[in-house]
């Protein structure tokens, strides 16, 4: 009977626990990406142009950037001519505020709509081929740099909604993002390594998907494990997340396209 | 066709082992899964690979529903003379797609 009440006390004290010991951003020097958390073998995959698989949708990008389509006839390169240009260090400052939407757009966004508004194209599925070569191409462009998220300051309340959604509980396992990715990174869940939640490489060739994804699907991922219901590709919550994890993450080297396990 | 990238080096002396590197874009559809509808994904994927250097064949593979997308081959060959590698990749349907690389040898 005290066994039992000492459990069912132990389980109040564990409910009423704070949330996260707050949103304790990493000071830059201890800052990690994904890639320091994997083995000698998926570094050597990523670090080689010829090995990473990524490069394949980079290549795939870079043949629709110079593809003319829509009713326009326009290429991407019509208008911005050598991504390698013309697109450097566009994604390591994305998400940006969308004077149209009055609201932030993600890469991907961005892309969908030139080839929807300018282009005059049918829009590109967001997670499909096509959207994902395009924002990996333009991605690739800004490898190395550093992650420099813009400081517009009409972002800032969407940041903050980012970093709400961050440190809120949410799916059946009642579990923030903070919870794993602050106040445990560097453990394990199971065998996989906890990373800090720094997205410096999307979009990722992850080698359990033997596929490209976006932070997105990465998101949804991790929110199926939580048991919630994921936020839907492109939806505002996504972007807004998207603009904080960014912001944790200025300074960072952009890693497109990285390998992860 | 789908895309490809080699690794081959461009340089090498007579008589050195070589590695070379190939990765194909490919979805190696395995044939056991199902679509949203339920119904089984056919099987779609590169059955065989070739290489051969200067016409003779230094290496050779079949592939199974197990290998991944994308598959990465490697291996090693010995540089004898200057020359073409040319790579072929045959999937179900019959169709082979072929790429070369030149290997120049001292």
Request: proline letters at 7%; hydrophobic letters at 35%.
């Amino acid at each position: 009977m005290l066994a039992r009440l000492a459990a069912s006390a132990l389980v109040l004290v564990l409910s009423c626990a704070p949330p996260s010991a707050q949103t304790a951003e990493t000071p830059p020097a201890g800052r990690k990406s994904g890639f320091d958390y994997m083995g000698p073998d998926s570094q050597a995959m990523q670090k080689d142009d010829l090995s990473n698989p990524g490069m394949l949708g980079v290549l795939d990008g870079e043949a629709l950037w110079n593809a003319p389509a829509g009713k326009s006839q326009k290429s991407c390169a019509s208008c911005h001519s050598d991504a390698r240009d013309s697109m450097k260090g566009v994604a390591a400052r994305y998400p940006v505020f969308d004077e149209a939407g009055g609201r932030p757009i993600d890469l991907a966004g961005r892309i969908g709509q030139c080839r929807e508004a300018r282009q005059e194209a049918p829009a590109l599925t967001r997670e499909g081929r096509e959207s994902l070569a395009l924002t990996t191409y333009v991605g690739h462009q800004s490898r190395g740099m550093p992650l420099a998220p813009s400081t517009d300051a009409r972002l800032t309340p969407f940041r903050k909604s980012g970093e709400a959604l961050y440190t809120r509980r949410m799916g059946q396992l009642n579990f923030s993002c903070a919870q794993c990715h602050d106040d445990n990174a560097g453990g394990h869940l199971g065998s996989a390594p906890i990373p800090q939640a720094h997205p410096t490489g999307y979009p990722i060739y992850r080698l359990e998907w033997q596929a490209l994804g976006s932070l997105q699907r990465r998101l949804r991922n991790c929110m199926v494990g939580t048991r919630a219901d994921a936020f839907a590709y492109g939806s505002p919550e996504f972007i807004e997340l998207e603009l904080y994890l960014n912001w944790r993450a200025r300074g960072m080297e952009v890693e497109t396209p990285a390998v992860r396990p | 066709m789908a895309r490809a990238l080699i690794n081959v080096p461009s340089k090498a002396k007579r008589g050195d082992i070589v590695e070379i590197k190939t990765l194909l874009s490919h979805p190696m559809e395995t044939g056991f899964r199902t679509g949203v509808d339920g119904a089984l994904v056919p099987r779609e994927i590169i059955n065989r690979f070739v290489c051969t250097y200067n016409g003779e064949v230094v290496f050779s593979a079949e592939l199974f529903p197990a290998v991944s997308a994308n598959p990465f081959i490697s291996f090693t060959t010995v540089a004898t003379d200057s020359g073409t590698l040319v790579f072929s990749w045959t999937d179900d349907q019959g169709k082979t797609q072929v790429q070369t690389a030149p290997i120049s040898v001292e």
